[in-house]
């Protein structure tokens, strides 16, 4: 049962647009939410989070969005730049929980056309 | 600082015999976890030390792995009589206190042929 769900495996975005990649979740209990890129034959890197006591929180050209009720986060990248082409993770966890291992969706591919 | 790093970065190996995959954390963190990767999946938690008490551990980890953290330090991970099954990318990363935006390593790629 896939708690985690990305159901775009890849996305196409032109250089200087906007890239917009979606994550939703069913398990009520996850109240903190990550974002990592993977570039080949590399570990996952770390960008951005967010507390479920918010509903957005912004990192230069990184923006995710949370909505609760919906279940559903979202990932903002503007301007999208050739850089940026890379798997993109959707991870969560119950932090108040205390249960700390995080938990991923299956990733999308994201390719930045010049 | 050099990251988390993880030896080796691939093993090819036969099935029915064991393998052993060493992380050494970031220096000052104390939480070490250990990952699996399969294509087109993301990871999925193994099992988790807190210094060097392993305090959680994922179904996914059946008998025939074990992972240690002696002193706290750096971390193994075997898996005894291994299978065509267990092929994947095995990912550690490590935090500190309840950090949850672990540093991940490279990860080590293994191959049951």
């Known amino acids: 049962d896939q708690q985690v769900k990305q159901n775009s495996p890849s996305l196409s975005v032109q250089e200087g647009r906007i890239s917009i990649l979606n994550c939703d979740y069913t398990?009520?209990?996850?109240?903190?939410f990550l974002w990592y890129k993977k570039y080949p034959a590399e570990g996952p890197t770390f960008l951005i989070s967010?507390?479920?006591?918010?509903d957005k929180n912004e990192d230069g050209r990184f923006t995710v969005f949370l909505n609760k009720s919906a279940k559903h986060l979202s990932l903002h990248i503007v301007p999208s730049q050739p850089g940026d082409s890379a798997v993109y993770f959707c991870?969560?966890?119950?932090?108040?929980?205390?249960?700390?291992?995080?938990?991923f969706g299956k990733g999308t591919r994201l390719s930045v056309i010049a | 600082d050099t990251g988390v790093s993880q030896d080796p970065r691939h093993k090819i190996t036969k099935r029915g015999q064991n393998v052993t995959f060493r992380c050494d954390p970031i220096?000052?963190?104390?939480?070490l976890y250990w990952y699996r990767q399969t294509l087109g999946q993301g990871p999925e938690f193994l099992t988790y030390?807190?210094?060097?008490?392993?305090?959680?551990k994922s179904r996914l980890l059946s008998d025939r792995f074990s992972a240690e953290r002696p002193k706290g330090s750096f971390s193994t991970l075997e898996i005894q009589r291994t299978e065509q099954g267990d092929s994947a990318m095995y990912l550690c990363?490590?935090?500190?206190?309840?950090?949850?935006?672990?540093?991940f390593g490279p990860g080590t790629r293994l191959t049951v042929t």
């Open positions: 990363a490590s935090s500190t206190g309840p950090a949850l935006q672990g540093y």
């Open positions: 398990n009520s209990m996850f109240d903190y």
């Open positions: 967010i507390s479920s006591i918010k």
């Open positions: 991870a969560a966890s119950g932090m108040s929980s205390g249960n700390t291992p995080l938990v």
């Open positions: 220096s000052e963190h104390n939480r």
């Open positions: 030390f807190q210094n060097e008490a392993q305090l959680e």
